[in-house]
């Protein structure tokens, strides 16, 4: 498929020949849900923690004879029974995490630049240069109507349009090693520089 290419400035700057096996797919919402799935599990931090009876802070001694109370038989106050006692089989630190394939999670990225592709909210522009001043790229931004986009950089990202985006709310830039399908699909505008498409296809293919 191609698609014109713009400057930062709204200028065109000609086309770009896309490649279909990465954006001309049926994007398939099993596959992104799962490659989502498995990348927020994995950022989970896992540290919830529940004291268990051994740990509470009330005494150990019985709180009342074994017999002739007329009531149920007891130990100590820690029993998961007490308001305040310990908690049975209550969560502990551990991974979320969980194993995907390479092949699969390659998969998830290619539908997930395809629904961009798709829903036509892919923007592929000349480079992502800047001088370093939030003002002037902010304007730019605006006056392109991105609100919330991630640009795709080639395998580096141009120090000066980092520094300038820095402080630009709704703006994320990431270098290619960097795209992920969660990042794609939050923002409501994916933007690539034609070095970050050919980073792309070869990372891809």
């Known amino acids: 498929m191609k698609l014109d290419v713009i400057k930062l400035d709204g200028k065109t700057a000609g086309s770009v020949e896309l490649s279909d096996e990465l954006f001309a797919l049926e994007p398939r919402a099993d596959i992104l ?4 799935r498995w990348q927020r599990n ?3 931090a896992g540290t919830h923690k529940v004291k268990t009876r051994s740990e509470t802070s009330y005494s150990t001694k019985k709180i009342y004879r074994q017999k002739g109370t007329g009531g149920a038989r007891h130990g100590d106050r820690n029993a998961p029974i007490f308001r305040k006692g310990g908690i049975y089989k209550g969560p502990t630190p551990r991974s ?11 998969l998830g990225l290619k539908h997930a630049l395809s629904a961009k592709a798709a829903a036509g909210e892919l923007v592929v522009i000349e480079n992502a240069e800047a001088e370093g ?4 790229l902010a304007k730019q931004v605006k006056n392109l109507g991105w609100k919330r986009a991630l640009v795709i950089d080639g395998a ?7 520094k300038a985006a820095r402080n630009i709310e709704g703006l994320d830039i990431l270098p290619t090693m ?28």
Do not use: C, M, W
Request: proline share 2%.
């Open 33 to 36: 849900h799962r490659v989502v």
């Open 42 to 44: 994995n950022a989970q």
């Open 96 to 106: 979320h995490g969980h194993e995907l394939p390479k092949k699969f999670r390659k």
């Open 133 to 136: 001043k939030t003002a002037a």
């Open 156 to 162: 580096s990202v141009n120090e000066g349009f980092l």
């Open 178 to 205: 960097g795209a992920n399908v969660y990042d794609i699909l939050k923002r409501d505008t994916l933007v690539i520089t034609k070095a970050g498409v050919e980073a792309l296809e070869a990372r891809l293919k």
